[in-house]
């Protein structure tokens, strides 16, 4: 048997994905941008087996046998497959694999477990087939936002022009270490699986949403001005688009029918709790953006982080309020997918 393991983080988009023109391919209707965390915070971790015994492809994630491999799994599969490598690696065409993957986060509740489990999966199927060059791709036929995990700091999927989709692949924005006072803070409001999931969400949003329309002519200004302010590091452009691109998300969600909504009082709150913070301080200091799901990921500085975790205690106590976790991170200790 030859096994690979690997581990890939998940990543928080301040220029949000949300809309496909190609359901097959996963070719999103507009480009977006995220940052990834580093491996010790929110990851997933995969580890890919073939044998000659093995008689079907199957899967595990934490823990519990899936009843079928999916569609996008085979996606996944083919075209690594497709790819192989000839030194050295397993005889792909003919074997079957086993995926066993595993989150240290609860899956599905708005906190991008998709895009890290399809990252390392894809990530640790390349080095099982010894596959080389771009994988971002292959990435993005399991989960379109697993594209941006496959590399560390800011990320950009590019959306791409061609019918293909081979130029629609994820592009590092800076390297690595390029801000490294830059924090993540996720407060978890609920680890419960959330009712639309994206796919189904999105899909909707595309048939009927005006303003989803409108927003593809937005994003592409959205896209230049965030890379600049990140380059520069300014913080306060940076803030200030990520906060407007979240809520425009959202509102797109409302724009859709029926209705998505997946804030809840306490992500309400929360936002609200960043605008007082910011009005208090006379600068934008913090930004907040949310998933489709209620948890909030916070953007701020490294020197305000005592302070505002301090204030987010005393607002939001786990007994009172629901907030179940808070995880720091950073996006730039950043490395992708690893193997061990
Ligand atoms: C709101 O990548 O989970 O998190 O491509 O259908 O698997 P599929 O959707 P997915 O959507 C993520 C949507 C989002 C925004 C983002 O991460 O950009």
Known sequence: MKTVTCTAPVNIAVIKYWGKKDEDLILPTNSSLSATLGQDELRAKTTVAVDSSFKEDKMWLNGKEEGVVSKRIQNVFRETRKRKGNQDSVDGLNQKIHICSENNFPTAAGLASSAAGYACLVYSLSKLFNVQGEISDIARLGSGSACRSIYGGFVEW??????????????????????????????????????????????????????????????????????????????????????????????????TYPPISYLTDVSRQIISFVHQFNDHCQQTKVAYTFDAGPNACLYLLEEDLPRVVSLVNHYFPPQNNGLTLTIQGRPVTLQTPTQE
């Open 158 to 255: 590019q959306m791409g022009s061609l019918s293909d989709g081979s130029d629609s692949i994820a592009k590092q924005v800076t390297h690595d270490h390029h801000w490294p006072e830059m924090c993540i803070l996720v407060l978890v409001v609920s680890d419960q699986k959330k009712h639309t999931g994206s796919t189904q969400g999105m899909q909707i949003s595309v048939q009927n949403s005006t303003l989803l329309q409108k927003r593809i002519e937005i994003v592409p200004n959205r896209i230049k001005n965030i890379t600049k302010a990140i380059i520069d590091k300014d913080f306060v452009t940076f803030a200030e688009i990520t906060m407007k691109d979240s809520n425009q998300f959202h509102a797109i969600c409302l724009d």
